[in-house]
């Protein structure tokens, strides 16, 4: 086993393990299909849109394992298409949420920004 090898399966394994960290989302890609996945959500307060306006959004950091068939590889994203549908918060119920940029990546994980 490679460690490319490795790194992928401590992604699906632990981090995106829905005992411990991660939680259910779907993954909504442009074309019409979706998928379930397990992800790692951070939920943050705002984030003020346009610069100087009282435009006041939601940001959610969205870690998934950089895999198309556990999670979303990095090839298939494409920002500004491509939807998560995630509960904004804890209990309340699932919204769609435009996937905006890749804040991150490597062999293992892709970090999402959503609003």
Known sequence: MTL????????????CNADDFAESIVYYKRNGRS???KAVVTRTNAA???E???LNTPVFEIAVPND???GIASDELDLGGDEIGLSPRVG??????????????DEGMLLLECR
């Open 4 to 15: 490319h090898d490795l790194i992928k399966q401590d992604a699906e394994s632990v981090f």
């Open 92 to 105: 309340q119920p699932v919204s769609r949420r435009s996937i905006v940029r890749l804040l991150e990546h």
């Open 48 to 50: 003020v849109l346009p």
């Open 68 to 70: 198309q068939s556990s």
């Open 35 to 37: 998928r379930e996945i």
């Open 52 to 54: 100087g306006s009282d």
